[in-house]
T-cell receptor, first 113, second 116 residues
Framework: GEDVEQSLFLSVREGDSSVINCTYT??????LYWYKQEPGAGLQLLTY?????DMKQDQRLTVLLNKKDKHLSLRIADTQTGDSAIYFC?????????????FGTGTKLQVIP | NAGVMQNPRHLVRRRGQEARLRCSPM?????VYWYRQLPEEGLKFMVY????????ESGMPKERFSAEFPKEGPSILRIQQVVRGDSAAYFC??????????????FGQGTRLTVV
């Protein structure tokens, strides 16, 4: 299957850490991504992790991957008001010689000043 | 190197008209994806194209929707006889292809279609 699930909404206070979770069902995923979408804008690639990695850190962002449970998380340290957006996780599946990206429904992050 | 360019950014059509959405991929990218985002929902895959080929159209509605990516020019998503339910943001993404080790898709800003 190709279902990618996320909780719909997360609210945090400025300066706290945010953790956005995602579960996927296809264990053959090669890459897993986090995208950010600000209101009225397109999608911006934040970070990605290859399926043979457990963790990736990039400045304030930490991605954790639990392949056994098919669980992906994005942690944003010291969350700022500018981090308010919708965050999509996505998986890439290799199928028939091409890559197909499947997205979750998105988690809306609200940062309270 | 300009990013993925979509036009128009906003498109208003009356019910029954045709909508044409254009997408120019990043330079050097030969693969294009189209996604639809309904209000308050995530992105749904529609179609995946290479130059002159449709690779996967499993997400395309069976009627009224078509897509092409000609040898020259942008990729076009065409919606005939639009209905109110077609109102959505349509995003195009491009990638270099399957041989590169990291084929993350780069997205355009989207075309927001409103059917009145």
């Amino acid at each position: 299957g190709e279902d990618v699930e996320q909780s719909l909404f997360l609210s945090v206070r400025e300066g706290d850490s945010s953790v956005i979770n995602c579960t996927y069902t296809d264990s053959s995923s090669t890459y897993l991504y986090w995208y950010k979408q600000e209101p009225g804008a397109g999608l911006q690639l934040l970070t990605y992790i290859f399926s043979n990695m457990d963790m990736k850190q990039d400045q304030r962002l930490t991605v954790l991957l639990n392949k056994k449970d098919k669980h992906l998380s994005l942690r944003i340290a010291d969350t700022q008001t500018g981090d308010s957006a919708i965050y999509f996780c996505a998986e890439t599946l290799s199928s028939g010689g091409y890559q197909k990206v499947t997205f979750g429904t998105g988690t809306k992050l609200q940062v309270i000043p | 190197n300009a990013g993925v360019m979509q036009n128009p950014r906003h498109l208003v059509r009356r019910r029954g008209q045709e909508a044409r959405l254009r997408c120019s991929p990043m330079k050097g990218h030969s693969h294009v994806y189209w996604y639809r985002q309904l209000p308050e929902e995530g992105l749904k895959f529609m179609v995946y194209l290479q130059k002159e080929n449709i690779i996967d159209e499993s997400g395309m509605p069976k009627e009224r929707f078509s897509a092409e990516f000609p040898k020259e020019g942008p990729s076009i998503l065409r919606i005939q006889q639009v209905v109110r339910g077609d109102s959505a943001a349509y995003f195009c993404a491009s990638s270099p292809g399957v041989r590169q080790p990291n084929t993350e898709a780069f997205f355009g800003q989207g075309t927001r279609l409103t059917v009145v």
